[in-house]
Structures are given as C-alpha cells and as structure tokens.
C-alpha cells in the first residue's frame, strides 16, 4: 500500500466521520441554555424533544441532502476499502468510483450546510456540530481529489 493510497483511505474515512456524527448529534445551534441539531432540541428547563415532521422546511432539505452525500461517502469510502480486497464491480474502476462519490458527497453537504447556514444566520451560535457538517464538505472534496491520481497509478501500473 503506498502513502496516496493510504492517504486517500483515511480522508475518506474521517469525512464521513464527521459526516456521520454532525447528522446525528444535537449542537447545531448552541446558547448558554439550549441546543438544537436537526432531529433533536434541548433546554435546561425542559430538557430534549424530537422535532420529527413539524419543523421548517429548510430542515427537510437540509436532513436530506445530508443523507445523499452520507450514501455518496459511505459508497466512496467502501470503495476505497475495497482496494485493499480483490472484489470487482464489473468493469467499474474502484477509485474512479470513489472520487466520484466523493465529490458528489461534496457537493451534497454543501448543499445541505448552506442552506441551513442562509436560513438560521442570526439565530444564535453556531455549534460543534455544525462545524463538523462544514468540516466534511473539504475533506470529501480532498478525498476526490486524492481518489483521481490514485485512480491514474493504479491504472499506469506505477
């Protein structure tokens, strides 16, 4: 295994990390007294619900697009790890797939993470969790661009 390979691997891996745990965690918006993420807001006074279905629309989009660039990511990042097993998709390049996941990732995240930035500005503070969503729309983005060279050393031989 060489170090783009490798490389590669691991911003696959920690972006959909990030990935993962901005979409299930609740510190999207943070004050002193209150947390909300996408699925779920608590307060010190009277602790957490689940917003479920009556949320404002940009919610839904933002939910969704992240789970199409969670799909995307997940599919790059297995891809990738199917490197390292001899398995075959047909005739399908394993690392041409995976940049190409990745960068639909990318563009799915930035999707999802500026449009939930335009309608909650002013709203509050930002919190961890939004800044991992923002976090994972780079490393997704590297992680194509780590996948396209790969891609032409595998297939040169080099």
Known sequence: MNVLQFSTVVCAFISLLFLLIALGSDYWLQNSVSNNGLWVGCNSKDGCHSFGMDVPDYYHATRAFMFFGMIAGAVSCLTLFGKFFDFQFGSLSKTKTAAV??????????????????????????????????????????????????????????
């Open 101 to 158: 996941a990745s960068l639909v990732a990318a563009l799915c995240v930035m999707i999802a993470m500026a449009t939930f930035t335009g309608q909650t500005e002013g709203k509050g503070p930002y919190g961890w969790s939004f800044g991992l969503g923002w976090a994972s729309f780079p490393l997704f983005l590297m992680t194509g661009g780590l996948a396209f060279p790969l891609d032409r050393a595998v297939s040169t031989g080099a």
